[in-house]
């Protein structure tokens, strides 16, 4: 009797094991599968202004720098139009309730289809106080904003994502302090002088930097979409990378249409990117998956989710032609 059920046992576990393997391997192809890349950008090379955005969330909690957004400028439009900067989304896109909106005041934006995907043909707006030209963006269907012609100040309208399609054949220059944005089609002089590039991976639009912390290596998925986390990582990570004294921040964080519940803390922990010696400031931790995150970590490629919070004083080179990038702490 005691054989058949170590048998059952190990049975199961075989089971289980196999399971695990299969779903691990299929988030991993499915998440950095390689994608076809449609936007396109016409623009001449210069610096766009962003603004970080708070925002109050669970039990009257405010969250800072909740979000990276670029101003957006329709015509004469006076509404407050931006567009969320997020690397963790592959592509970008505008929001239908937004071109909606924008349509009933008499705005006449074309939309094209391409396997089997809407898009808006092209749309020159303002980005970040520059003028451009987009093309080929995604339109993400019942999602975003309504708002009338009528402008109201007090509101701040998000019409849709810059997302990591932007990136593509790009070199990307992000300066958190001074907080602009610019996209280059080569290495512009004053980047050609600087050393101390590194490696990363862009697999499926995905930037994987490598990160070292207590001597092991990692690699961080950079999202600036989770601009208010320094880090998000496993339960026991969490622990060591914190005080126990710091108070636990606890509250619901939307991503998109849903709503994940963190748990986070300050923190002055050291780790390195990239060669440059930088602190976490925050970290965070999913409670909902604390269970499954050591079992499952180690077989995937992310060995963090990393916002903006420990690079927010810094300044960001991301070139996907080399792929190879750069954190300047000052410049």
């Known amino acids: 009797m005691k054989k058949i059920i170590g048998y059952s046992v190990l049975g199961l576990l075989g089971i289980v094991l196999i399971l695990g393997i299969y779903g691990i391997r299929k988030f991993n192809n499915t998440y950095f599968k390689e994608r076809p890349a449609y936007l396109e950008l016409s623009h001449e090379s210069q610096p766009m202004d962003f603004k970080w955005t708070h925002s109050k969330v669970d039990e009257g909690h405010i969250e800072y720098q909740t979000g990276l957004l670029i101003p957006v400028q329709i015509d004469s439009l006076e509404h407050n139009l931006y567009m969320q900067f997020d690397t963790g989304a592959p592509d970008s896109f505008f929001y239908e309730k937004d071109l909606i909106s924008l349509r009933k005041m008499g705005y006449d934006i074309k939309e094209v289809s391409k396997d089997g995907i809407r898009f808006v043909e092209s749309l020159n707006l303002n980005l970040g106080g520059k003028p451009v030209n987009l093309s080929m963006v995604k339109i993400y269907p019942n999602y975003g904003n309504t708002f009338s012609a009528e402008f109201d100040p007090k509101i701040n309208i998000t019409i849709g994502t810059i997302g990591s399609d932007i990136l593509v054949d790009r070199i990307t220059s992000i300066d958190f302090k001074n907080q602009t944005i610019q996209f280059f089609e080569e290495r512009p002089e004053w980047m050609q002088q ?94 909902m998956y604390a269970f499954l995150q050591p079992l499952v970590t180690p077989f995937t490629r992310i060995g963090g989710w990393m916002g903006n919070q420990a690079i927010n004083e810094s300044h960001l080179i991301l070139d996907t032609k080399s792929k190879e990038f750069l954190i300047l702490t000052t410049i």
Request: proline share 4%.
């Open 194 to 287: 600087l050393n101390g590039f590194k490696t990363f991976d862009f697999p499926g639009r995905r930037v994987m930097l490598p990160a070292t912390v207590d001597g092991k290596q990692y690699e961080f998925l950079y999202d600036s979409g989770c601009s208010a986390f320094g880090l998000i990582t496993t339960k026991q990570r969490f622990k060591k990378y914190t005080e126990v004294s710091t108070p636990v921040e606890s509250f619901g964080a939307k991503s998109w249409e849903d709503k994940i519940y963190i748990n986070s803390k300050s923190s002055n922990y050291p780790l390195t990117i990239g060669g440059t010696k930088l602190t976490m400031k925050r970290v965070s931790c999913v409670d």
